[in-house]
Nanobody
Framework: QVQLVESGGGLVQPGGALRLSCAAS????????MGWFRQAPGKEREFVAT????????DYADSVKGRFIISRDNAKNMAYLQMNVLKPEDTALYYC???????????????WGQGTQVTVSS
């Protein structure tokens, strides 16, 4: 099974950018879809973006469409989330997850990282 570790979070001003990384270990990274989710204090975990095994198909939450880009490098066992034009409402703990297909619901993912904090504030 794939184990995941996120990095790249931090404090950024509104309008700024961050790139989150998700490092995978174990076997089978190229056989799993990858997703990014986020959870703000007092709110439920929500879908952000997903990408299929071959990096051909992607999907995004409406709230991040046009601002965030999900990608992956199967040769390096890495997934990424490029976040541009960040807004205060993007503040949350961001998780990467591995699943069987590029789903938008968290229950479809079977491996999760520990999360990386993103704070958007002036």
């Amino acid at each position: 099974q794939v184990q995941l570790v996120e990095s790249g979070g931090g404090l950024v001003q509104p309008g700024g950018a961050l790139r989150l990384s998700c490092a995978a270990s174990g076997r089978g990274f190229s056989n799993v879809a990858m997703g990014w989710f986020r959870q703000a204090p007092g709110k439920e975990r929500e879908f952000v973006a997903t990408i299929n095994r071959a990096a051909i198909t992607t999907d995004y939450a409406d709230s991040v469409k046009g601002r965030f880009i999900i990608s992956r490098d199967n040769a390096k066992n890495m997934a990424y989330l490029q976040m541009n034009v960040l807004k205060p409402e993007d503040t949350a703990l961001y998780y990467c997850a591995a699943g069987g297909w590029p789903a938008t619901t968290s229950s479809e993912y079977f491996s999760w990282g520990q999360g990386t904090q993103v704070t958007v504030s002036s």
